[in-house]
């Protein structure tokens, strides 16, 4: 189909300020952590390039401190000297030859910051920091305003096309704005206007400053999901002050960092705030920018179509696929490789301080390592075994590179363990990563076997150049007395739908896989994820507290269990709160949603035997019983890596990787890495 009639909001040009865009697309800002790398500006000019390349119609940088109390940590990225501004013209430079263009965005994280100096507009320390902010005083606030729009003119000399002022997420700008952290009587405290004052002069100055040629945006908290939050009627008169001002558009983000409510996990429905957008753009004159789990050109075409917002901004997405819009206007986007909202790769990886890349696409923050990798020419014949996630990476990148290749799978689809991933509530999102890996095989032409296991002889008889074995893992059995019992079931029988539990079920094993069943039995029907309908939304919003009507101090109301039906215990040896391997990102709002749901656990228990009584063990040594109709048996894996052994038998080489070559840890982000990197090394 042609683009333009499957996505002709989208993908319509619109002029913001004194910038014409071919389409309504933004690549939103996010930490990649690359500039702090040896090379960081060219990394960041060539991962920039790459999404400007691929039709992003408009990049924000991660945020730069334009002074050293606005710094989130030393290493932070800073834009406070010329010098600094003349080593960043590579970037602009680099997305400018792409076709795009590129606007920097000025962030002060104020009380969030880790560094001895942080600063607030008042000494009130954020539940999420233990450092107390020292409070500025006024002359230091005009001083701050300075800074900004000092930075904002180091950015133009860098070349960009203009900033974003990052005035959301909770940072220095909003923590002005509500009384519930400015308790100042100044300039800057009490009245609302005094409140919006900050956000409202550097918009004010900046735009004196620049002149009209400079795209200025700025980013505000549509919704602060925080108590004590502004009410909408607030936020309104912000944007519409920050409009008169002179800001040429609005970007609006979600929920600050210390928010209970999860805004970009993959628990949150499609769109789920598109009206926190649609509320400002009714407001103001000029164009809004509607965010937050947008990730396929369908939903955010809905979004522009219908009049909610002007344009969509997309993060994650781009860095899944920088050629989203390029597929999304070639007809093809079944083709994107859609980000799942796992946070794995990307915020997972900026909070353990490692530069950002992505699950689903290993290239991502790697550019210059990946163009730079030694490829040889020569045309394999290479077998990959197993059609898990790394065969299935491997597979599609070896044919990329055109080698001829076939992959073995057993089942009866491709998939591995991506299948017990996507049943799982919630993580619907590992459709769109089997459904990418379908049309991948289909478009590079490998030769997909399924329903086929073949042995050793087989492939050796075949002589192929390489052999590659992603058979992946087994569910490990543990030794327990009775664990043969009809109450006993595996979690891939469970989530494959071959088995069901009862009622009253202890899961043996409290790891990523313990407390997907967890959600599996405890969140029947009430499924968001990849949801998009009002259905689903409404019920997010119940159960996670989030409102909806206008005059609500930060968008919060009490939360509404959903009814479960089922009483759930989660068990581990270890003594340690379970749920310290989840990822640091989502996990908190697992095991807040689960804890919800009612969901008991338990650590330190040793498991005694499982009978009909159900399952006997003790708890920090003290005896205990489970009167359960289902144990299911979540306790890791190990490698399925047989057919590696047989090969070597017979003196034929092979490669083994993912879950086969190493179970333990093993995830999807692994598994396509290497299997992505093995399949390059050919
Ligand atoms: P896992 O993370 O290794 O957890 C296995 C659990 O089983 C642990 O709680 C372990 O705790 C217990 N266990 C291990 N050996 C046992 C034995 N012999 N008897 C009884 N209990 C035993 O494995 P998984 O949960 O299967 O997950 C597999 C991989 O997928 C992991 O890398 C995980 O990170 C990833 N994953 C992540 C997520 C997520 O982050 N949301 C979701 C799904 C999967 P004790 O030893 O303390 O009992
Ligand atoms: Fe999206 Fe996960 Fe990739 Fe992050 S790591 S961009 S959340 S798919």
């Keep these: 189909m042609n683009s333009t009639t499957q996505f002709p909001a989208l993908l319509s040009s619109i002029t913001i300020g004194s ?80 076709g795009g263009k590129i606007i920097l965005q000025v962030l002060h994280t104020g009380r969030y910051g880790k560094t001895a100096r942080l600063v607030g507009a008042s000494n009130i320390p954020s539940p ?18 300075e800074d900004y729009v000092r930075c904002a003119e180091l950015a133009m000399r860098a070349g960009f096309d203009g900033v974003e002022v990052m ?41 004196e ?32 002050a920050i409009e008169a001002a002179g800001a040429d558009v609005i970007n609006t983000g979600f929920g600050w960092h210390e928010a209970r409510v999860p805004t970009i996990a993959y628990v949150v429905p499609r769109a789920a705030f598109r009206f926190g957008a649609a509320r400002i753009k009714r407001a103001v004159g000029i164009p809004v920018i509607a965010s937050n789990r947008i990730n396929m050109p369908e939903v955010a075409e809905d979004i522009i179509a219908s009049g909610d917002a002007d344009m969509v901004s997309m993060a994650r997405p781009f860095l899944a696929d920088a050629d989203f819009v390029r597929k999304a206007a070639e007809g093809r986007p079944d083709t994107i490789n859609t980000c799942i909202a796992c946070n794995q790769a990307c915020l997972d990886y900026i909070f353990t301080n490692r530069p950002a890349t992505c699950l689903v696409n290993p290239r991502a923050g790697r550019e210059l390592e990946f163009d730079e990798m030694p490829l040889s020419t020569a045309k394999r014949r290479v077998a990959v075994v197993g059609a898990g996630a790394a065969g299935l990476a491997c597979a599609v990148t070896a044919a990329e590179r055109g080698h001829d290749v076939s992959l073995y799978e057993a089942g009866s689809d491709i998939g591995g363990q991506l299948n017990l991933a996507r049943a799982v509530p919630g993580k619907q999102e590992f459709d769109e990563l089997v459904r990418y890996f379908n049309v991948r095989v289909k478009q590079e032409g490998v030769q997909l076997h399924l329903g086929s296991r073949p042995g050793a002889a087989e492939l050796a008889s075949a002589r192929f150049d390489r052999i590659i074995v992603a058979t992946g ?210």
Excluded at 86 to 97: E, F
Excluded at 504 to 522: H, N, P, W
Excluded at 525 to 530: D, L, N, R, S, Y
């Design 128 to 145: 999420i920091n233990r450092r107390v902010p020292r409070a500025l005083s006024t002359a230091e606030v005009w001083q701050t305003i």
């Design 473 to 682: 893992v087994r569910a490990r059995t543990p030794q327990i007395a009775g664990i043969g019992h009809a109450k006993v079931v595996g979690y891939a029988d469970l989530l494959a739908g071959r088995k069901q539990a009862g009622r009253r079920v202890a899961i043996i094993g409290a790891g990523g896989i313990g407390f997907d069943v967890a959600e599996y039995l405890l969140n029947d029907g009430g499924a968001h994820g990849a949801n998009p309908s009002e259905a689903a939304v409404a019920s997010f919003f119940s159960e996670w507290g989030v409102d909806t009507a206008p005059d609500v101090a930060g968008g919060l109301k009490a939360q509404v269990a959903p009814e479960t039906g089922r009483e759930v215990t989660l068990l581990q040896r270890k003594p340690e709160k379970p749920g310290r391997s989840l990822g640091l990102s989502t996990g908190w709002a697992l095991r807040a949603g689960l804890e919800q749901r009612g969901l008991r656990t338990l650590s330190g228990c040793s498991y005694e035997r499982i009978d009909d009584d159900g399952l006997h063990l003790r708890v920090n040594g003290e005896p205990c019983l489970l009167d359960v109709d289902t144990v299911v048996i979540c306790a890791g894996q190990d490698s399925e890596n047989s057919l590696a052994g047989e090969l070597r038998a017979l003196r034929v080489d092979c490669e083994v990787i993912g879950g086969a070559q190493h179970a333990a840890e093993l995830d999807a982000l692994r598994a396509i890495d290497q299997g992505t990197r093995v399949a390059l090394a050919i």
């Design 209 to 240: 400053r620049l002149g009209p040629q400079a795209l200025l945006m700025y980013r505000i908290s549509a919704l602060d999901l925080v108590e004590g939050g502004a009410p909408a009627h607030e936020t309104i008169a912000l944007a519409q």
């Design 167 to 207: 005035g959301s997420e909770g940072y220095f700008i909003n923590q002005f704005t509500v009384p519930r952290c400015n308790n100042r009587d100044d300039a800057f405290g009490g009245s609302q206007e005094n409140r919006h004052r900050l956000a409202v002069e550097i918009v004010r100055r900046t735009r």
């Design 19 to 98: 910038h014409t865009l071919p389409n309504r697309t933004l690549m939103g800002s996010m930490h990649t952590g690359l500039e702090a790398l040896d090379r960081g500006v060219e990394r960041l000019a060539a991962f920039y390039a790459d999404r400007a390349r691929g039709g992003a119609a408009l990049i924000v940088t991660g945020g730069f401190a334009m002074n050293l109390e606005a710094l989130l940590d030393e290493h932070g990225p800073q834009l406070i000297t010329p010098e600094q501004a003349d080593a960043l013209r590579p970037i602009p430079q680099a997305v400018h030859a792409a």
